[in-house]
């Protein structure tokens, strides 16, 4: 009986696996349209500063900074990359995406950074690929970086 039940959670968990290997892939629609970031799908594992702020599920402040739009940018890439489990997609001026990959289970996170040009304001939307809920992981990445940049404004 033991055998069987091992045998099951470990079918059970290949198959998580499994599941996670196949939906991990990068969405093809991320980016800058019209001054928008990709809006969040309904599910409660994307965060963005463009969403609508009653929508408090999805809704973060954006980020307001001093420094020059490309100091600031430079500097989170910096931070990302610091932090061992980030690989940056795409780089060019005002606009910033990375992948973050959790350690345990391998799942991915897609975070974009924008710099509208004429605005000292920085955008951010960080989402999950997989899953319904991410216990909060978006919302807490974005509040540390709020806390990194503003230590580094002081």
Request: proline share 4%; hydrophobic share 40%.
């Amino acid at each position: 009986m033991f055998r069987w039940i091992l045998v099951f959670i470990t079918a059970l968990f290949v198959g998580f696996l499994f599941y996670i290997n196949i939906n991990n892939d990068r969405p093809e629609n991320l980016g800058i349209t019209d001054g928008l970031l990709m809006p969040c799908p309904t599910s409660p594992n994307c965060i963005s500063s463009q969403a609508e702020v009653s929508d408090e599920v999805h809704y973060v402040e954006p980020i307001i900074y001093k420094q020059s739009y490309l100091e600031m940018q430079l500097l989170l890439e910096k931070y990302f990359l610091d932090q061992g489990n980030a690989r940056i997609v795409s780089s060019e001026l005002g606009y910033f995406y990375v992948e973050i990959k959790s350690s345990f289970f391998g799942f991915v996170d897609d975070v974009e950074l924008y710099w509208p040009e004429a605005d000292s304001v920085l955008h951010i939307r960080s989402a999950s690929r997989v899953g319904y809920s991410d216990m909060d992981v978006n919302r807490d990445r974005v509040l540390k970086m709020k806390e990194f940049i503003s230590s580094y404004q002081q």
